[in-house]
């Protein structure tokens, strides 16, 4: 069983940044973070293959959010620059053994973190 502890979610200002963190108790290969506002589905927003081979970003936080990884640390992190209202979002960390399907599909990913809320206000 993986446990995952995210953190550094919190309130900023349009065009602020905050990094989330996410601590896996064990190895995992594939890292992804979700996000899931009130009302909407969840969807996918940054996932990372072993090494950084793949990496995936909605289209929406292209060129504003850079995830990353510290294999030793077993840890996944998330930039976010540029924030904006429509960032406002829980945000969930999620990993897997292995990379067992697409790194956006939601049914790879065994293990989920408790969520670090995100607000970003106008």
């Known amino acids: 069983q993986v446990q995952l502890a995210e953190s550094g979610g919190g309130s900023v200002q349009a065009g602020g940044s905050l990094r989330l963190s996410c601590a896996a108790s064990?190895?995992?290969?594939?890292m992804g973070w979700f996000r899931q506002a009130p009302g909407k589905e969840r969807e996918v927003v940054a996932a990372i293959a072993p090494g950084g081979s793949r990496r995936y970003y909605t289209h929406s936080v292209e060129g504003r959010f850079t995830i990353s990884q510290d294999n030793a640390k077993n840890t996944v992190y998330l930039q976010m620059d540029s924030l904006k209202p429509e960032d406002t979002s829980m945000y969930y960390c999620?990993?897997?053994?292995?990379?067992?399907?697409?790194?956006?599909?939601?049914?790879?990913?065994?293990?989920w973190g408790q969520g670090t809320q995100v607000t970003v206000s106008s």
């Open positions: 064990q190895y995992t290969q594939c």
């Open positions: 999620a990993a897997n053994y292995y990379c067992s399907g697409p790194l956006t599909a939601e049914w790879m990913y065994n293990y």
